[in-house]
Each structure stands twice: as C-alpha cells, then as structure tokens.
C-alpha cells in the first residue's frame, strides 16, 4: 500500500518543489535606465556629430626648457595661475655661475688695461729716459772726440789700421746708441698710441659680450611662462634631467584664460555641410548628459588623419577629418580642459 501511493506522492511533491523553485529562480524581464544615456540633441534630424575636445581660450602651450640639465627647482603646480614672465621651473646653474665669475674676472682686466694705456706714460718713467740720454750723449762724444782724433793721425799715418776701426766702430755704435735712447724718450713723451687703445677697446668689448652671453644663459636656465594662463599640467620634479630636445609629453602645459573652447572633428564626408552660421551644442560625456551651448570660432583650412578616438566598436580608425573650433557660450557646468564633448551641428 506504501508503496503503491507512498512513491507517487513523494515524485509529485518533488516535481512541486522543482517547478516552484524554477519559477523563484528565473530573472525576470524589467526595463532599466541606461547608466549613461545617448545625448539628444534639440537641432533636429538633420544634424552632424563629431567628437570635441575641451580647450583654453587659445591653444595649449608646451612649454620646454632652451638648455639640457638637472632640475633644481619647480614653482608651479597644476591649476596655478601665473602671470607673463613668471619662473616656472629653473635649472642648475652652478657650472654657468663658475663661468660668469671667471669672464667677468676677463672683463675686469682688460678694463684695467684699457685704462692703463688711455692713462699714458707714467711719470716716473721720465727721468730715467732723459738719464739714459745723457748718458748715451756723452759717450757718443766722446767716440766722436776719439775717432776725429784717429782721422787726423790717419792723415799723418800714425795710427794702425786695426785702431783705425776699432774706434769707428766705437763712433757708429755710440751714435746708434744715442739715436735709440732719444727715440725710447719720444715715444715715452708721445703717451700711448692711439691704435693700442683701440685694440685695447675691442678687447673690452669682447669680454663684455662674453659675461652678457652667460648672463644670458644664466637667465634661460630659468624658464618662464611667455604669457599669463593657467597651468594645465606639469611633468617635471626637482633632481630630473630636463631635455632641450624632448618632444613629447611637456614639462609643463599652459593655457591661455578665457573662454573655453572646444575644438571638434568631423569626418571628412561631412565637411561640405559645416557652416559658421549653424548652430551648435556639446554634450558632456557621462551620466549627466548637459547639454553646452557653443559659438561657431573658426575652421582649420585642411583635412588631417583622424588620430582621436572615441572607442566605439564601429568607429573606423583610417578616416580624415576636418577641425572646427567653438566657444563655450555663458557659464556651463564645471568642465575640465581635456574633456570630450559630443557636439552636434546643424548641416
């Protein structure tokens, strides 16, 4: 009896529990908010898309440094405002600085020689002059008494002829003499010749251009922002190495205050349909799909490889496309420079 209708039972109640559990367990069809919704643009159907990029009023400014070498200081942090001519970061200057002290040490004394040459002979340089031509004078006539002397026992053939030319010689060597020692003291009475001074003036010259060429390393060992702006990103700390040459990724970003700008790319099929006096509005990417009111700026004059992505599984990747820049019209919700906008245009 048990088991005729014991075992029935039992198989009905499992199938029970299993449809019932089945039922419990199935996920049920419902309708959810998508977490980031497609923006909807109000200009109407006949519109085209293309994917913007938040600017500063002008174009980004990378910022690099004129010489190679270690950093020693950074002045500035992302979202600083600067001003024109404010240091952002500065070199090590220590091997500039030993140079300037060395060409200014250069320039100090052609200077003083310059000075002395323009100061003339000195004084003192005088009498020992005049001395040596008294004394060059007197010993000019006496070899001029001895060789007079010598002519006329010449004449009388009372002297040799080997004495004969030893007090020639002694006479055109005291008369050489003489010349000489009267033309050291024209020249120390004359003062300086005017060509020394000249050279001497060049020479200063030079040196001076020497210490203003390292004042003007020196000074662009300290880089500064050419305009006033924002400073967007920096990518550079005290102890790094600093390259003149480097290209990508700069060491500081700057921007130029103003009105954001949001420069766009559309492909290049749609490039006939962009008018400066359509309307236009951005869209920020995200849950909160805002939507930006934008003021047509300008069109780039050439069409360019598509390089920016937007990461959708149909984008095509081997597309060129044309630049159109807008400004942000009145006072949008808090965007960031570097933010991607989807902006629609009226074609």
């Given at each position: ?81 600067v001003s024109a001519d404010e ?233 060129r496309v044309l630049f159109v ?23």
């Open positions: 009896m048990l088991i005729k209708f014991g075992i029935p039972i039992i198989a009905a109640i499992a199938v029970g529990f299993g449809i019932a559990t089945l039922s419990h367990l199935t996920p049920k069809e419902q309708l959810l908010a998508a977490p980031n919704p497609p923006p909807l643009t109000t200009l109407g159907t006949n519109t085209i898309s293309g994917l913007g990029e938040v600017q500063m009023a002008g174009e980004p400014i990378a910022i690099a440094t004129p010489i190679s070498g270690i950093v020693s200081r950074v002045h500035v942090v992302p979202g600083q405002t240091p952002l970061f500065t070199l090590d200057d220590r091997a500039l600085r030993a140079e300037f002290h060395n060409r200014t040490a250069t320039l100090a004394t052609a200077s003083a020689k310059l000075l002395k040459l323009k100061a003339g002979t000195r004084p003192e340089d005088l009498p020992p002059a005049r001395a040596r031509v008294a004394a060059a004078t007197a010993t000019f006539k006496r070899n001029e008494d001895a060789w007079n002397r010598a002519k006329l026992l010449i004449e009388r053939r009372a002297l040799s002829e080997e004495e004969q030319m030893v007090r020639k010689y002694a006479y055109d060597q005291a008369d050489a003499e003489l010349a000489q020692t009267n033309a050291d003291l024209a020249k120390l009475e004359a003062g300086t010749w005017c060509h020394d001074i000249e050279i001497a003036e060049y020479e200063v010259a030079s040196a001076k251009s020497s210490v203003e060429q390292v004042q003007v390393d020196l000074d662009r060992l300290v880089v500064r922002a050419p305009v006033g702006g924002l400073v967007l990103h920096v990518d550079i700390r005290p102890g790094e190495f600093a390259e003149s040459t480097r290209n990508e990724n700069p060491l500081v970003q700057l921007g130029v205050h103003g009105p954001l700008r949001v420069r766009v790319q559309f492909d290049e099929e749609d490039a006939s349909r962009v008018s400066p006096k359509a309307r236009a509005e951005g869209f920020v990417r995200g849950r909160d799909r805002t939507s930006i009111e934008l003021r047509f700026v300008r069109v780039d004059p050439r069409i360019v490889p598509k390089k920016s992505l937007t990461g959708g599984t149909t984008e095509r990747v081997d597309t820049v807008f400004e942000v019209i009145g006072a949008p919700p808090q965007i960031y420079a570097g933010q991607k906008l989807d902006v629609f245009m009226e074609g």
